[in-house]
């Protein structure tokens, strides 16, 4: 609300619409959401409005969320996301990389290099709430803000303050930490684009092998995660450090997943970062019948279940067509407890590693997924006595 009475003031012309987006996460949120809509009409501003299909259950799902509806309007009117982050914001978000064991790329936070413009980012949380006050501004405190629940709310709330008391330069040593990750990221994005081609008339990326081992392990943590963006591959510390030590050690012809489908290949001479291989069968769907083999995957009608959390067991729905095919990037489920995440973050919770991850089934009811077999299941195909459905058992071979 700062930022919008701010721009409203000093640059209301270069405004084409304000968005904003509820979360469905209970009264508050509608209500901002609702009270951002009238005062932006009130100054003068189009308004676009958008909520969320399903609730989300934690910070990333909302974020996720959040931005897939800012962007998508941000490209239908040709326009650039101005966001209110503050230096808080920033440093919070430092911090957090720092305890993800995040490396340079991830550690320059909100200084990294982005379409997004952020024109509070030099100032605090407090001097934005000074100048919405004195601006006349009315805003609703979003209640989640006070929940110990959420990661960032533990690190404002408790960790930063005890921090402060240990060591007071650490909002600084932070910040330079951030501007220091920033310029080593900037150097190794622009090697990154001298090393790299895109092989003709595909998305895949290649790399001449000479150019990758003649590096260390440190160089190569830094390299492959610059490499891996100019697909829109968001690399982890793990998936890095697999990378570089694929990248030494990697024979002719083995191949290494990533997330999203994607893979590293080792070629005789050069390294390609392409889209995993998948067989026809993988890309198709298969009717679940009893004794339906998904690659490593058997399903087998389950006589009895008992109630519980067991799930290599699921009660499907009776006159749905039933159907098993791979997952695939951007699929979501509901959990038995209602929110809606991505399939991948099941699959990462579950701690399924990354070449199983790659294969793994879904199983759907009409053209929804119910059930990833051995992971979770959707409240359509939780186990409840009385409830009419068809029981299913999963069976994974794990040889």
């Not at 303050?161 to 990750?181: F, S």
């Amino acid at each position: 609300m700062a930022l919008l009475h701010a721009i409203a003031r000093t640059r209301r012309r270069s405004v084409a619409l304000v968005a904003t987006f509820d979360h469905g996460t209970g009264p508050a949120a509608e209500a901002a959401a609702g009270l951002v809509a009238r005062e932006a009409a009130r100054l003068g501003f189009a308004v676009v409005q958008g909520r969320t299909a399903a609730v989300a259950t934690n910070e990333a799902g909302w974020r996720a969320e959040r931005w897939e509806f800012l962007t998508s309007v941000a490209r239908d009117v040709g326009g650039v996301i101005v966001t209110a982050h503050t230096r808080d914001d920033h440093i919070e978000t430092v911090l957090m990389r720092v305890l993800r064991m995040a490396g340079a790329r991830g550690l320059a936070a909100l200084y990294a290099a982005s379409a997004i413009t952020r024109p509070l980012l030099s100032f605090s949380r407090d001097e934005v709430g000074r100048y919405a006050a004195g601006a006349g501004a009315r805003w609703i405190e979003d209640p989640t803000n006070e929940s110990n629940a959420f990661l960032r709310n533990r690190v404002r709330r408790d960790l930063l303050p005890a921090l402060r008391e240990v060591r007071p330069a650490i909002e600084h040593e932070l910040d330079d930490i951030a501007r220091r990750a920033a310029t080593v990221r900037i150097d190794v994005e622009r090697y990154a684009e001298q090393i790299v081609s895109r092989r003709a008339g595909s998305d895949a990326l290649t790399v001449e092998a000479a150019r990758l081992t003649r590096h260390s392990r440190a160089q190569l943590s830094l390299l492959w995660p610059a490499i891996a963006s100019g697909v829109g591959v968001a690399m982890d510390w793990r998936g890095t450090e697999r990378a570089s030590a694929f990248t030494m050690q990697g024979q002719v012809g083995a191949r290494m997943p990533l997330s999203g489908g994607w893979e590293i290949a080792r070629e005789r001479d050069r390294f390609e970062l392409r889209r995993a291989e998948r067989s026809a069968g993988q890309e198709a769907r298969l009717p679940l019948a009893p004794g339906a083999r998904w690659d490593a995957w058997r399903f087998e009608p389950a006589a009895v279940a008992r109630q519980g959390a067991d799930a290599w067991v699921a009660q499907l729905p009776l006159g749905a067509t039933l159907s098993i095919r791979c997952w695939r990037p951007g699929d979501r489920m509901r959990s038995e407890a209602g929110g809606r995440r991505r399939v991948k973050r099941f699959l990462s919770d579950a701690r399924v590693n990354g070449t199983n991850r790659g294969r793994w089934p879904v199983v759907l009811a009409d053209d929804e997924i119910v059930w990833i077999p051995g992971v979770r299941r959707s409240d359509a195909a939780a186990v409840r006595p009385g409830r009419p459905g068809v029981l299913y058992r999963c069976e994974l071979d794990r040889r």
